[in-house]
Every structure is written in C-alpha cells, then in structure tokens.
C-alpha cells in the first residue's frame, strides 16, 4: 500500500509551524511503500526557523496557548509533558515530548472499537529513584557527550487538523559536536502513524550514523500467536538484545564489528514463538506482523534505513498480559550511514492499520 502524501515544500528544510501550507492525503493504497530520496544537499537558502517552545522546564500553559487545536492537546506530567494527537476517526498518538518517545498508538479496528498497538512500561533507574517509561517507539539516543547535560528534544511546531493528518515536528542538537542537527516529523494519518528522522551535517567533515534506530515495541497477545509475513527469503544475522541507541562518529575510523551466526528466512510466515533477535540485512521495504491471539495486524514500512531489527522474547512472558510483546523496526546496526558535509539524511518507520 502506497503511503501518499504530498507537500508544497522540501522535507530538509520544512521549519513546520501552525501557518506552514501542507498539502496531505492520508491514503495508503498499496504495498511496498514508494520512496524518496534519503540524502539530500542542503540548499544555499535556508527559511528560518519556526518560533520553537521555550527552554525546560517546559511552559504547559505556552503549548496549549500556542499549538493546541487542530487534533494536538497536552498533558502536565510533572517533569515533562505528553502531547495528544487526534484525528475525527478515533485513531491516537501520545508523544512524551522532552524524550521524542512515542507512548501510545490507538487505532480503530474491524468490529468497531479501538485498540493499543505500542507496549510501554515504567521501571526504576539503576541506582536512583527517578523512574522512567521504556518501550513504545523511540530513536533512543545516547549522545555523544561526555557530560552530564541532557540532550532535549523541543517542540518546533504542529500542523494539520483533526479531519486528515496532525503533524508534530521536534528538534534537538548535539551538545558536543555543534555540527550535527536532529528533527523528528511524527505525522498521524487516519491509519498509519509515521516517524521521519532526519540528521543534518553542518560540518565540514563526513560523519557515520551509528547505531541508528527507530524501533517499535508492539503489543501481542502472545509471541505464540504472533507471526512475521513477508520475509522469506530475507538474509538475516543472528545478534544478542540490544537497547537502542544513537552515536555520531566523526572522520573515517573504522570499528571493528562482530555478527553472529547468518542464514535466510525460509518461511513467509515467521512465528515468533521462539526467543529471538536477529537483524535482517535485505528484507522487503515492508510486510506484515499478525497477532492471531488479539485478531489484529500492523504493517510495518521503513524508508532510509537497509535493515530491519526484530526480537522476540519467545514463551517466557505470560500470555494475554501487558508484558507480551516483540520489538520490531528499522535500524543501521551492522552498515554505519554516511553522510557528506552539507547534507541531510532521512529514515522513516511506517505502522500502517489495515483492520478498520
């Protein structure tokens, strides 16, 4: 099913806000997903930025007076705040803003009601008392500062309404290397929730992306009734867990890398009743996770990035609970991306609902 949707200005230098024209359409007519180019030069002429939300501690009554509207609300957590996004059809994300995390995603489904699509759960810092939400989709950065300043993610602006498609643009740089410039589009669509990550190099020098990730932890009834469609004959490489993350490394030094036991899908309709946790090096741009347990599916689509991650805890989770789940996603594991001075680079993850 084709993702289309199209925009009167160039995603690597889109400063969005409440004014930006955008022209979307929120049809997802066929697979595999068309795409378009993931490294772009940036132009010699650059729009200024957007007016963006003012420095944390975040303001909550500056966002509901500015950006609420048009589908998006926000939440006080505390330390920082959720935006809700919303569209007429019933269809939700939550995003934790300081974090860039995705939370939630609720969809409408085939007998009427709505259904949690993200798995997320709280748990304690080694050695602290802050606790903190893991799961749901997130980049997950580590950055590549040595201090203790934490790296924020700052909401740029939202566009859109509630009719059609809500998007969220989130911004944040590199504390160390000053270069280096991160936005996130999250973009809700009737049935589809989209992530673009995009990286701009302002340097002078090349720099790989690695450790590069958008992965999603999505919800199942249980890893026995769950199943991968789509993938035989992919090429895969077999890898311990790993917690996402995100590292910018300058100039052209080589990292020694090691990769497990490598082989090839045989079967286009994977179960994941095993444990598991592999990262498919050449894999079809999209295919299909079904829950027979939950009778539900999620497409799920990548632009930008050549490899999939997907891991399984297999049937050491209790069955039918909130802990069931498998993580699955785009990601640049094995292959660091390059990326030329003055260039911008973009990866997409799709979640497409075809069950309303």
């Known amino acids: 099913m084709a993702l289309l949707h199209s925009m009167n200005v160039s995603h690597s230098t889109f400063p969005l806000n409440r004014s930006s024209k955008i022209l979307l359409s929120s049809n997802f007519a066929s697979l595999p997903l068309q795409f378009n180019t993931n490294v772009k030069r940036l132009e010699s002429s ?25 589908g998006a609300t926000f939440e006080d957590i505390g330390e920082t705040c959720i935006a809700k996004l919303k569209l007429d059809n019933g269809s939700s994300a939550n995003v934790m803003l300081t974090r860039g995390m995705i939370t939630s995603y609720k969809v409408r489904v085939w007998h009427g009601g709505k259904v949690e699509l993200l798995h997320t759960w709280v748990e304690q810092e080694e050695e602290e008392e802050d606790v903190v939400i893991r799961g749901g989709v ?23 309404d509630s009719k059609d498609c809500v998007q969220m643009e989130l911004r944040r740089s590199d504390k160390k290397i000053k270069e280096i410039e991160l936005k ?37 009834s249980t890893p026995e009734a769950t199943y ?21 490394v300058q100039g052209e030094d080589e990292e020694e890398k090691t990769t497990g036991f490598g082989g090839e899908e ?11 946790s592999r990262i498919y090096t050449f894999a079809p741009k999209s295919f299909t996770v079904i829950d027979r347990g939950r009778r539900n599916s999620v497409i799920v689509g990548r632009e930008g990035f050549e490899e999939v991650y997907m891991y399984s805890p297999g049937s050491r989770l209790e069955s039918y609970t909130k802990s069931a789940y498998v993580c699955i996603g785009p990601s640049s594991l094995l292959n660091p991306i390059s990326l030329e001075p003055a260039c911008v680079w973009r990866g997409v993850l799709h979640l497409h609902n075809p069950n309303s």
């Open 46 to 70: 650059v729009p200024p930025p957007a007016a963006a939300s003012p420095a944390f501690p975040i303001d909550i009554e500056y966002l509901r007076r500015e950006f609420s509207g048009n």
């Open 138 to 160: 997130s980049s997950a950065f580590i950055s590549s500062s040595d201090s203790d300043e934490i790296n924020e993610w700052r909401l740029q602006g939202i566009s859109g």
């Open 184 to 220: 996130q589009i999250i973009s809700l669509r009737e049935e589809t929730l989209s992530i673009e990550l995009f990286v701009t190099n302002k340097g002078s020098s090349p720099i790989r992306l690695e450790g590069c990730s958008l992965v999603s932890y999505l919800t199942v």
């Open 228 to 248: 991968a469609v789509g993938l035989e004959g992919s090429d895969f490489v077999e890898t311990t867990p790993f917690l996402p993350r995100f590292r910018v």
């Open 266 to 276: 045989e079967s286009n309709y994977k179960q994941l009743n095993e444990e598991m």
